[in-house]
């Protein structure tokens, strides 16, 4: 149980162009999610934090018009890149966690983002 | 958010138990302590997850002394496939995001 999947899994785009990436909890239902955003040889880092029904909050330093979250459901959430730049090639990865209290956050398998 | 400090890298010989140690001095009362494993070009997987004194699962064992400043997993007998990066999490119940510092990368060797 407590499944998390993304997609797709890669995507290459050329520069310019925005690009939706999907995070679904397979088996439950996630009133929050988080968006997280990891280069190569680094840790993740936190983008945002999505709650369904209301507008995502952004970390510092992130861009909220260029990172578009969209929570409309409670097993649906999509990260669009948009007008994305070769800087905004990285590894994204969602979580959701199942509800409130100490419980684990399961993570997607991640998103690989090439912009050429 | 309490701030983790743990060895950048560390090596182990099959078969061997690998002790990661993350220093956390800075924990709150209602903070819980959590470790996560992450292979290349995935999404870091659920350890174990604890409060206090000692917590054992199928796969580890963490340890937390009383003044939770610090808290050790304990790998018994690992494998090749437990190359990795092992992240020290600390977070306040509730819903509350991950943070996540640099990890531990472990390297297992044949």
């Known amino acids: 149980g407590a499944v998390v999947s993304q997609h797709p899994s890669w995507v290459i785009c050329k520069s310019g162009t925005s690009v939706k990436i999907e995070c679904r909890s397979l088996d439950f239902q996630a009133t929050t999610m988080f968006w997280y955003r990891q280069f190569p040889k680094q840790s993740l880092m936190l983008m945002a934090t999505s709650n369904e029904g209301s507008k995502a909050t952004y970390e510092q330093g992130v861009e909220k018009d260029k990172f578009l979250i969209n929570h409309a459901s409670l097993t649906l959430s999509t990260l669009t890149v948009t007008s994305a730049h070769p800087e905004d090639s990285s590894f994204y990865i969602c979580?959701?966690?199942?509800?409130?209290?100490?419980?684990?956050?399961?993570f997607g398998p991640g998103t690989r983002l090439t912009v050429t | 958010l309490a701030k983790t400090t743990q060895p950048i890298s560390m090596d182990s010989y099959e078969g061997q138990e690998v002790n990661i140690t993350c220093s956390h001095n800075n924990i709150a009362t209602n903070d819980y302590i959590t470790w996560y494993q992450q292979f290349p070009s995935q999404g870091p997987r659920f350890i174990i997850q604890g409060y206090k004194t000692k917590v054992t699962n199928e796969v580890a064992s963490l340890f937390i002394p009383a003044d939770r400043k610090s808290s050790t997993l304990s790998l018994p007998r690992v494998s090749l496939s437990d190359t990795a990066v092992y992240y020290c999490?600390?977070?306040?119940?509730?819903?509350?995001?991950?943070?996540f510092g640099k990890g531990t990368r472990l390297s297992v060797i044949a």
């Open positions: 999490l600390v977070r306040p119940a509730g819903n509350t995001p991950l943070v």
């Open positions: 979580s959701a966690r199942p509800g409130q209290g100490a419980d684990e956050q399961y």
